[in-house]
């Protein structure tokens, strides 16, 4: 048969259906987005004996009645109804054998398709782990389609799956027995769609459709011509005369059917005939949901997870940022000092950098995930924490997300796409960068150690637990405005499963980690680097006046000769002044001059304007832009001689620029204000566009001014300035 | 259990989870914060937010 237009592989959730998409295409995967949806479209070759044919792993989906965008994609792409992803020529029906019941109700839908389909049975040493037996010939006689016994992490049965599907059929539908009276109904239904056109043979499936409460799109032209809406209402309310609820009876005449072919096909072994005795995983659940074991092991495995995404991390990028920097010094060492150079080594390589320093955070955060979520773990963690989270218009699986969060929003929005609920998981994107990230932690250092250095470890650590509250409280209070707000109208059903503990695969593991870090790197990675080198050329052009230039060497020109170490302190003043006169005249100089009046209500001037412009490419840049903004040169480690600079600047009438009112004003700007572009640019590629993005944008930064306004006079009015 | 309640894309979907009447299903536990609940249904292991699971009716039986 023609497998050219390709195979669909269709699933419940957790039924390994993405274990057996890795053992049919091994690497040669594709990871992209369906068009204006921010559902994940997986692709992949397989070699069949036909030939090479194209294997698209579909979103799982309890129904084909889809509840959310995921399961409505993998619907409409079963259904031949998507134009971007042609009608697929055989379905894989992934079925999980340790849990053969309702994931035959997905199947009993799949059957209806009129496309030739292959059944994968897989987990079947799950299920004889639990003493239950299936048959896959009885089963298969059964549904009438190939029943292929498979193992998909040890690769069993993957070759007579691969045979099977090359000589695959399309199934009968299996009759469901319903009552007499829901029968007459759908005739009559099928005989008004036979006179508006459709084609005899799909009349009575149709029928049932529609009084399933079926919304697809192949309907609604249908349901558009009165005839058919008409007599629609007419079935409903017969049906409703006579007790009939068309939904329910629909569900319970396949599950009726489903019970009979599990009793036939299911040998229960002596575990399950006792009844008594619990599985293995509720053995386990018993003590990893427990009350008090149970938050006791979360606390653990959140804060090993949070500890390396903080730490181990931590020496990975300064490898990895080390190792570009090296690169750029090396690649650019024999260019004459010019724009060339410095777009190379300050625009593209530093953006290279601020690309690669994401990725050992990514990496583990995702190994992480994928051992969390393949052993079943992640769904309890989802159980244990969804009352705190659900109460603001969260879910339980948001808080992986918003814990990354506190190293870095970018792993943390990434960690979003666990959160099937789209409005959950929106909502969990838009308030991770409330959470006080690494990188504000050099800004939060620098402003209380100049203002506070003097109080108390308990003023200090204050402040600083402050400034981590008040992005959780804002957090909070964001996500309860999403709940309230956002996309009112539709309902996605809390539906969490459970599944059966299982030992993570390592190679599925690595297959994560690699997978989301080129994804990173190849999608948000283009917009962060274009990002950087706009924001360089924004600060090297335009260039200094030589003029003015030769000033200032004159300046810091020494008359006399001088030892080596003291001409080495001269030239660096002579260069910190010279970058200080070209970042003053550049355009983000300008920009900071042009922002000063919409920044002086916070007690800022124009120079401040320039630091909080440089944080666009990463917050701790404001240490370092403020370093080039007072002439100190690029402080590192070491924030001292910039306090300096700073508590000795003064305004125009002598009082002092900085005040403690303004540090803490920064400290809430910091806080509540989206200064990250390359969270921006994570952001657009997780929701598919610039709408959130913008949105996230404008909503952060009108509330950190609002903030910072009200933060300023306040302190102003305590402290007495 | 005896019925679903409730109208529209949560009642279906709950029956489509395995949830149809005449099943027996088992309240394992409640979360340590007091919700979701976990129970039983068809030899696998649904959790539910309260404000679903009090649209399934249930007639008590003992364990």
């Known amino acids: 048969m023609d497998l050219s237009s390709g ?22 995967q594709k990871v992209a987005n369906y068009p204006g949806v921010t559902v994940e479209k997986k ?12 294997v698209v792993d579909l979103p799982g989906t309890y129904s084909l009645l889809a509840t959310s965008p995921d399961e409505r994609v993998a619907m409409e792409v079963l259904r031949g109804l998507r134009s971007d992803t042609p009608p697929p020529a055989a379905i ?98 099928a005989q008004v769609l036979r006179t508006a056109g459709v084609p005899a043979p799909h009349c009575l499936a149709m ?26 209402e007419v079935a409903r309310d017969h049906l409703a005369a006579c007790g009939v609820d068309p939904e329910q009876t629909m569900i319970a005449a396949r599950y009726r059917w489903i019970d009979s072919v599990t009793a036939a096909c299911v040998r229960a072994g002596p575990t399950m005939a006792a009844g008594a005795h619990r599985t293995y995983t509720e053995r386990v659940d018993a003590v990893l949901v427990h009350p008090v074991f149970g938050l006791g092991i979360f606390a653990l495995i959140m804060a090993s997870l949070f500890v390396t995404i903080f730490w181990v991390a931590d020496p990975l990028m300064g490898v990895f940022e080390g190792a570009i920097a090296a690169l750029g010094t090396w690649v650019t060492s024999g260019l004459a000092e010019g724009a060339l150079k410095s777009l190379l080594s300050d625009g593209v390589f530093a953006g290279v950098g601020a690309v690669i320093v994401f990725v050992p955070q990514i990496a583990l955060l995702f190994g992480l995930l994928a051992i969390l979520e393949d052993s079943g773990y992640l769904a309890r963690a989802a159980f244990l924490m969804d009352r705190l989270l659900s109460k603001v218009g969260l879910h339980g699986k948001s808080f992986i997300p918003l814990l990354s969060s506190f190293a870095c929003a970018i792993p943390g929005v990434m960690a979003a796409r666990t959160i099937e609920n789209p409005r959950e998981r929106l909502a969990t994107m838009l308030v991770a960068p409330f959470m006080s990230c690494s990188a504000r932690l050099p800004v939060y250092a620098l402003l209380i150690g100049t203002f506070f250095a003097h109080q108390g470890a308990l003023v200090k650590g204050g402040l600083v637990l402050g400034c981590y509250a008040l992005g959780v409280v804002v957090a909070a209070a964001t996500a309860y405005a999403c709940k309230l707000f956002l996309d009112r109208g539709a309902v996605t059903p809390f539906i969490l499963e459970l599944p059966t503990y299982k030992a993570p695969q390592a190679a599925e593991v690595l297959r994560q980690m690699w997978v989301n870090t080129t994804t990173f790197v ?51 003043d002579e260069d910190h002044a010279l970058g200080q006169a070209q970042l003053a005249g550049s355009y983000v100089g300008r920009f900071g001059h042009t922002i000063e009046p919409l920044i002086a209500p916070l007690g800022y001037d124009w120079k401040m304007g320039v630091g909080l412009i440089g944080a666009f490419a990463a917050r701790e840049v404001f240490v370092s832009t403020m370093g080039v903004v007072y002439g100190v040169g690029d402080v590192g480690d070491n924030d001292a001689p910039l306090s300096v600079a700073i508590l000795a600047d003064r305004k125009a009438d002598g009082s002092a620029l900085w005040t403690p009112a303004v540090a803490i004003s920064l400290l809430v700007w910091f806080v509540l204000a989206m200064q990250c572009l390359s969270t921006v640019a994570v952001m657009r590629r997780e929701t598919g566009g610039w709408r959130w993005p913008l949105l996230q944008l404008v909503y952060m930064n009108t509330l950190a001014w609002i903030g910072a306004f009200a933060a300023y006079h306040l302190a102003n009015a305590v402290l007495g300035t | 259990m005896t019925s679903v309640l409730g109208s529209g894309a949560i009642r279906r979907r709950l029956l489509e989870m395995g949830l149809t009447p005449g099943i027996g299903v088992e309240l394992l536990r409640r979360a340590p914060l007091g919700d979701p609940i976990e129970l ?15 649209l399934v009716q249930l007639t008590l039986t003992a364990a």
């Open chain 1, 43 to 54: 692709t992949g070759r397989a070699e069949l004996p036909s030939g090479p044919v194209m």
């Open chain 1, 7 to 28: 195979i669909a592989l269709a699933g419940n959730p957790n039924c390994g259906k993405t274990t057996l998409f890795n053992a049919l295409t091994g690497l040669r």
């Open chain 1, 522 to 572: 190849t999608r948000a990675g283009t917009t962060i680097l274009a990002l950087t080198v706009i924001l360089w050329a924004l600060a090297y052009y335009p260039r200094l006046d030589p003029a003015q230039a030769a000033a200032i060497a004159a300046q810091h020109a020494s008359a006399v000769p001088l030892a080596a170490e003291a001409e080495q302190v001269r030239q660096g």
């Open chain 1, 92 to 189: 894989v029906a992934v079925v999980d054998a340790s849990n053969l019941a309702r994931n035959l109700y997905l199947l009993s839908q799949l059957l209806e398709l009129g496309r030739p389909l292959v059944v994968a049975l897989n987990m079947t040493d799950i299920a004889a782990r639990r003493g239950q037996g299936v048959d896959a010939d009885l089963l298969a006689r059964h549904l009438g389609v190939p029943v292929i016994p498979v193992v998909g992490h040890r690769r069993t049965g993957i070759d007579a799956l691969r045979n099977a599907l090359a000589s695959a059929q399309v199934p009968t539908a299996p009759n469901w027995s319903l009552p007499d009276g829901l029968i007459a109904e759908l005739e009559v239904l």
């Open chain 2, 40 to 54: 039983r249904v068809r030899g696998y292991l649904l959790s539910l937010r309260a404000d679903q699971a009090a």
């Open chain 1, 207 to 232: 029928a049932s459709r529609f009084l399933a409460g079926d919304d697809a799109a192949d309907l609604a032209p249908l349901v558009a011509k009165a005839e058919v809406a008409e007599a629609l």
